[in-house]
């Protein structure tokens, strides 16, 4: 009987070991802000497709390489200049440099906000927390809280609203009502007025200001639906609240100027007059 009893007993003990789990426990709420494990540091961020680094360290040697085939500008000191590397491309941006060709433009912006941010990654911190969407975070809802820095303001007016909307802290929807969001593809983000596309490439994630928070090194490339012009800045985006509009920080490449048109020498056929 009692051997019985002891066997008993032990199939009850086996078949409560199998029975189901007991339920997990709920996991805890993320918090407001984006850390990495454990509540670390993020570590800076660099997009090497667009930088050509994977870490500040290369930042130095990438600086220093030849651009290929370089891009003539003018300049007031000395006419004409060559864009040839990093070092050319900010010497003659300081001294005020334009493009020779409109379809140089573009290029221009580029390649010197590159330059400019490569200069800057030397500075790039861990950040103790972030604000912004991660990559592959990045949905409509960004247009909410978008700098009204980044629209296009190419009139006295414009300007004027612009400056307005970023003093009262109002995003990019409150001065361009018909700014649309596109995509968002890795570290690019595609937006888009009724005259104008715009795509911001977050070059790098890090703490550029000493605050601990995360911000991010961007590039905008705005240009118009109607001719040619293309413009590239490059900005600092800072976020110092999981519901505060992302601010602009700081501004380090405004666009290279216009090409200016060449005045005829006297007596060709741009200043004669018409054949008889």
């Known amino acids: 009987m009692k051997r019985k009893l002891a066997a008993a007993v032990s199939v009850l003990m086996l078949l409560g070991a199998c029975g189901p789990p007991e339920p997990a426990s ?55 200049g060559l864009v040839a590397d990093c070092a050319s491309a900010l010497d003659l941006q300081a001294q005020g440099y334009a493009a020779v060709y409109p379809r140089d433009i573009g290029a221009l912006g580029i390649l010197t906000a590159k330059c400019l941010a490569l200069q800057l990654v030397g500075s790039a911190q861990p950040a103790r927390v972030s604000y912004l969407p991660a990559p592959g975070e990045v949905q409509a809802r960004i247009l909410e809280v978008l700098p009204a820095g980044l629209a296009p303001a190419f009139s006295a007016t414009q300007q004027a609203l612009v400056s307005d909307a970023t003093r009262s802290g109002r995003p990019l ?9 596109e995509a968002a593809r890795g570290d690019e983000i595609y937006i888009a ?11 790098a994630r890090a703490d550029f ?39 602009i920080a700081r501004e380090l490449a405004p666009a290279p100027a216009e090409p200016q048109p060449q005045k005829a020498p006297v007596g060709s056929a741009a200043t ?5």
Not at 193 to 203: R, S
Not at 215 to 232: E, I, K, N, P, Y
Not at 272 to 276: F, I, L
């Open 26 to 80: 709920a996991p805890a709420a993320p918090p407001a802000s984006a850390t990495n494990a454990a509540g670390s540091a993020l570590p800076p961020r660099f997009s090497s497709a667009e930088l050509g680094i994977r870490s500040a360290s290369e930042a130095p040697a990438e600086f220093a390489k030849p651009f290929e085939g370089g891009i003539t500008v003018s300049y007031k000191p000395k006419g004409k």
């Open 209 to 247: 200001d000493g605050d601990g928070k995360q911000d991010w090194l961007t590039r905008a490339d705005l240009a118009m639906r109607r001719g040619t012009h293309r413009v590239s800045r490059l900005f600092v985006l800072s976020r110092t609240q999981p519901d505060a509009v992302i601010k």
């Open 173 to 181: 929807s409150a001065v361009e009502a018909t700014v649309a969001f």
């Open 272 to 276: 004669a007059g018409p054949s008889k």
């Open 193 to 203: 007025g009724e005259e104008w596309q715009e795509t911001l490439v977050v070059l």
